[in-house]
Antibody
Framework: EVQLLESGGGLVQPGGSLRLSCAAS????????MSWVRQAPGKGLEWVST????????YYADSVKGRFTISRDNSKNTIYLQMNSLRAEDTAVYYC????????????????????????WGQGTLVTASS | DIQMTQSPSTLSASVGDRVSITCRAS??????LAWYQQKPGKAPKLLIY???TLESGVPSRFSGSGSGTEFTLTISSLQPDDFATYYC?????????FGQGTKVEIK
């Protein structure tokens, strides 16, 4: 059974930092790109960041570029989101999500056939940036 | 960036009704479109991908259609468990933008 378990959320002052974790189980973690998606209170879904299967490439929404850093540790089946310079508008539930289709690496190049299509999501962790 | 626009924002319907939700993309996304269902306090659930392919375990009363810039999610006979918010999302390119959501309410 696929499980994604986020942790690390909490209350932080604007300008502060927080690191989220997402521990995965039930699938071959190193074969799937992973992403963070957030949802502000009462609002819709917003893609935040994606990391490829090897961790060699990362992608960010313009709203967090330069402030957030996604990373992964395939030996621990975990992805992370380091969030710096937090703003009130970053307040949201942060979900980690798994690509539906596995990728592969060949000749040091890694490829995910359908990035951004998510078949499993974690339960979410709430980040509140407020004074 | 590709923008996704859903309509309506809210839909009031009764059990047994046939309901449809539309999603329009600002540029062609071929068939790279997914539909998700979200209930309050829960994570989204994948219903349909590639515009019309039903995810495993999803009831057959859900169906998707469309390509290019216009897409539709249809629930053929609304069940009590279907009252939720539905989101479309393109995965044609980064960022994979979501629509603003359609809340399906009990009439």
């Amino acid at each position: 059974e696929v499980q994604l378990l986020e942790s690390g959320g909490g209350l932080v002052q604007p300008g502060g930092s927080l690191r989220l974790s997402c521990a995965a189980s039930g699938f071959t973690f190193s074969s799937y790109a992973m992403s963070w998606v957030r949802q502000a209170p009462g609002k819709g879904l917003e893609w935040v960041s994606t990391i490829t299967i090897s961790g060699g490439r990362t992608y960010y929404a313009d709203s967090v570029k330069g402030r957030f850093t996604i990373s992964r540790d395939n030996s621990k089946n975990t992805i992370y989101l380091q969030m710096n310079s937090l703003r009130a508008e970053d307040t949201a539930v942060y979900y980690c999500a798994k690509d539906r289709t596995s990728g592969y690496c060949r000749n040091d190049l890694c490829y995910s056939p359908q990035p951004l299509l998510f078949d499993y999501w974690g339960q979410g962790t709430l980040v509140t940036a407020s004074s | 960036d590709i923008q996704m626009t859903q309509s309506p924002s809210t839909l009031s319907a009764s059990v047994g009704d046939r309901v449809s939700i539309t999603c329009r993309a600002s540029h062609s996304i071929s068939s790279w479109l997914a539909w998700y269902q979200q209930k309050p306090g829960k994570a989204p659930k994948l219903l349909i991908y590639d515009a019309s392919t039903l995810e495993s375990g999803v009831p057959s009363r859900f169906s998707g259609s469309g390509s290019g810039t216009e897409f539709t999610l249809t629930i053929s006979s609304l069940q009590p468990d279907d009252f939720a918010t539905y989101y479309c999302q393109h995965y044609n390119s980064y960022p994979g933008t979501f629509g603003q959501g359609t809340k399906v309410e009990i009439k």
